[in-house]
């Protein structure tokens, strides 16, 4: 028995493969060192950094957006064989390839995803303020309010550094006009 032809001789453009390395391998399917994975991962954070960072996605966010690379792996994939094709039409067919068809069927498929996520940016919810300070700063402002307010002036010190404030404070009060505290300025006969 002779071998059977398949009919086909041209190349192919391996998209049912990676899909299937990717359905079967999940995130295993690209190593982690590769230009293709670094940019994945890159496109990855960019879109949680978009969604306003990691601790304000759900779950089912991060499923989505798994979903969301894996097809735009296999998008870029099939884009990339189709720009080396001479031509998308199928002459003997008058058709254009078949692959055309699954390439949007991706697109639409990445497009759905991201609607589900929202297309607007958003931003990352604000800490207070007593946790920007322990996180940038430490313990070290916990120990301060424990041990009470510090008290910097020397109740020895006869300068008088700790009660400039206040002195100036009054004076700047006292000139308001319409201050009903305030005194008329005396001024000098002449």
Same mark, same amino acid.
């Given at each position: 028995?002779?071998?059977?032809?398949?009919?086909?001789?041209?190349?192919?453009?391996?998209?049912?493969?990676?899909?299937?390395?990717? @359905?079967? !391998?999940?995130?295993?399917? #690209?190593?982690? %060192?590769?230009?293709? &994975?670094?940019? =994945?991962?890159?496109?990855? $954070?960019?879109?949680?950094?978009?969604?306003?960072?990691?601790?304000?996605?759900?779950?089912?966010?991060?499923?989505?957006?798994?979903?969301?690379?894996?097809?735009?792996?296999?998008?870029?994939?099939?884009?990339?064989?189709?720009?080396?094709?001479?031509?998308?039409?199928?002459?003997?067919?008058?058709?254009?390839?078949?692959?055309?068809?699954?390439?949007?069927?991706?697109?639409?498929?990445?497009? @759905?995803? !991201?609607?589900?996520?929202? #297309?607007?940016? %958003?931003?990352?919810? &604000?800490?207070? =303020?007593?946790?920007?300070? $322990?996180?940038?700063?430490?313990?070290?402002?916990?120990?301060?309010?424990?041990?009470?307010?510090?008290?910097?002036?020397?109740?020895?010190?006869?300068?008088?550094?700790?009660?400039?404030?206040?002195?100036?404070?009054?004076?700047?009060?006292?000139?308001?006009?319409?201050?009903?505290?305030?005194?008329?300025?005396?001024?000098?006969?002449?």
């Amino acid at each position: 028995m002779a071998p059977r032809k398949t009919g086909r001789t041209g190349e192919r453009h391996g998209f049912f493969s990676m899909k299937r390395a990717v @359905r079967e !391998l999940g995130d295993r399917a #690209l190593d982690g %060192r590769t230009s293709i &994975a670094k940019a =994945l991962a890159e496109w990855k $954070a960019e879109l949680i950094d978009d969604l306003g960072g990691r601790q304000a996605i759900s779950t089912q966010q991060i499923a989505i957006i798994d979903l969301a690379v894996k097809t735009k792996l296999l998008l870029d994939s099939v884009d990339a064989w189709l720009l080396t094709r001479p031509s998308i039409i199928d002459k003997r067919r008058r058709a254009v390839l078949p692959i055309v068809r699954e390439r949007q069927q991706l697109a639409d498929a990445l497009s @759905r995803y !991201l609607q589900v996520l929202g #297309l607007e940016r %958003r931003s990352k919810p &604000a800490i207070d =303020l007593h946790s920007y300070v $322990a996180t940038r700063y430490g313990a070290e402002p916990r120990a301060q309010e424990a041990s009470g307010p510090r008290n910097d002036s020397n109740p020895d010190d006869d300068s008088g550094d700790g009660n400039h404030a206040m002195a100036d404070e009054e004076d700047v009060a006292n000139e308001l006009p319409g201050n009903p505290c305030s005194q008329p300025s005396r001024q000098s006969p002449t």
